[in-house]
């Protein structure tokens, strides 16, 4: 089992950045695809970011490209989701997740496939 404490979430106006911090307990965290997902007001939970086991494959969701980057650090258990040019619409509680048994260079990009979730940090961008 993993535990994910997401941290790092804020105000911030438009064309700002933060950068999302997710802390996983454990020692096999490089088992784990990691996934970054976000629920805006009102909205369903949608893919932002995904980064393989060995950290050289990355997925985006199209809106993020470009401005999003996802990053691990497997010695500190962690993932980042440094979050560059951003927008209102950018406006979510912003999750991580974890999947084991994917190859080394592989992720997904699909919540339904994610075993573990953290308990979300609020981004708000104000215009």
């Known amino acids: 089992q993993v535990q994910l404490v997401e941290s790092g979430g804020g105000l911030v106006q438009a064309g700002g950045s933060l950068r999302l911090s997710c802390a996983a307990s454990?020692?096999?965290?490089?088992?784990?695809?990691m996934g970054w997902f976000r629920r805006p007001p009102g909205k369903e939970r949608e893919f932002v970011a995904a980064?393989?086991?060995?950290?050289?494959?990355?997925n985006f969701a199209d809106s993020v490209k470009d401005r999003f980057t996802i990053s691990r650090d497997n010695a500190r258990n962690t993932v980042y989701l440094q979050m560059n040019n951003l927008k209102p619409e950018d406006t979510a509680v912003y999750y991580c997740?974890?999947?084991?048994?994917?190859?080394?260079?592989?992720?997904?990009?699909?919540?339904?496939?994610?075993?573990?979730w953290g308990q979300g940090t609020q981004v708000t961008v104000s215009s």
């Open positions: 454990g020692r096999t965290f490089s088992l784990y695809c």
């Open positions: 997740a974890a999947v084991s048994g994917l190859s080394r260079d592989s992720c997904t990009v699909y919540a339904g496939d994610y075993n573990y």
């Open positions: 980064i393989s086991r060995s950290g050289l494959s990355t």
